[in-house]
């Protein structure tokens, strides 16, 4: 008969051996997903590049990565350098700059207010702007600017992005901003067209959902996000702070140029805060990811309740741009998420709107090639539907006579050409103005580069002369007829 410590020390022990197993299982993924790094294009053959052998292509310095499974972070890491002058790695608690992923997060600042009754989407913004009020004019014919237009790049207004500033150069405030006066280095914000017409891309926009928020509460920015968003999400190492304040160091992500030269100063301030000015960590944004798919079900409200969450995960006028995310159905699943470009930093995010499935990935560089890499290669492990985007091409040989024909200049528009050469028996192809790209053959017609998702054809006459190409990019037919 077993003893009452014999019972006892049974479940512990099939406890510690679970335990152990789901730690080996992680490490086995994660070394998996290392070794699986692919782009939108692969050649039929090549084996998947390991990240290491990425970030040294690309010249990444630091890295940092989370990956989401059934609504709980399976596994968070760093890699390479925070800083390579000072040696400092990157671990999950370095803070990088998330960019324009500040908007998403802004979102949830703007629509819990609305929750709370403090502001309508579907009202004319001045009537919450009283700092300063958006000067209408005759290009808006008319419509008022809501917040809804704002959140969802419908409002018909400029400024895509921002530059940030550097350190010990003086900081313009949100209205000199807004009416880009200096120091500000951007022009004002002001309508392009009619709001409600599309949605364009507006940095402007959010900076004006950032003056309304202070304007309602009160509040500074970063004061307001801090504890009406980031501290009830679990965010506690980010902030909106811009300048930073009271963060050691030592816990920062310095930027890179795409040649891996570090920015002077180390990082840009962006007091554009709701559009560029959070530092975060991939751990952080995935709580944030977490809790928007517990509340979208109805699991769970530490900010927005699950109608509000709905809300804000709808796409507002066209099929991708809701309040502060982009929503996509990939292959039948759909995702919510957003990316990051600020100077020296790029990030991305997915999480699934249905099985709490997620990644995040923040690099310190201008380079971001290898973000859709590693997702490609978190998405094959995991099985992640949809979230894996990667078409196989096979190489055929094609006789050099044969692409020494295609050799001459293409107008492509009247004042953009595309060159294509023939070097060291490769076809390489240069639009006006950008890097010349080798061209592939799939046919004896048929070329495509591995840098961008184009497909190049050569389309001969009656007599066998090769007048024009036929340069296809995201279902865009563009017929180029030969000048030279």
Known sequence: MKTLRQLLILPLLLLVQLSAFAQSDTEDKIQQVETNLVGSLQIAGEKPGTLQERMTFYKVNGLSIAVIQNYHIAWAKGYGLADDSLKIPVTPQTLFQAASISKSLNGVGVLKLMQTKKLDLYTDINTYLTSWKFPYDSLSKGKKITVANLLSHTG??????????????????IVQILDGQKPANTSAVRSMYEPGLKSEYSGGGITISQMIVMDITHEPYADYMKKEVLQPLGMTSSTYSQPLIGIKPALLATAYYANGKQIPGKYHIYPEQGAAGLWTTPTDLAK??????????????????????????????????????????MDGTKYFGHGGSNAGFRSQYYGSLEGGNGVVVMVNSDRGDIIPELVNGVAKVYGFKGLYRSVVKTIVSVPDAVMQIYVGKYAITPTVTLTITYEEGKLKGQPTGQSKLILYPESQTKFFPREAPVNVEFVKDAAGKVNEVVVLENGHRTEAKRIQ
């Open 288 to 329: 944030y990811i977490i809790e928007t798919q517990l509340a979208y079900e109805g699991k769970s409200a530490k900010v927005l309740n699950q109608a509000t969450t709905q809300l804000r995960l709808t796409p507002y006028l066209d099929k991708t741009a809701a309040l502060g995310v982009f929503t996509e159905d």
């Open 156 to 173: 018909g207004l400029g400024i895509h992005g921002f530059p940030g500033y550097r350190q010990g150069k003086p900081l313009p405030t």
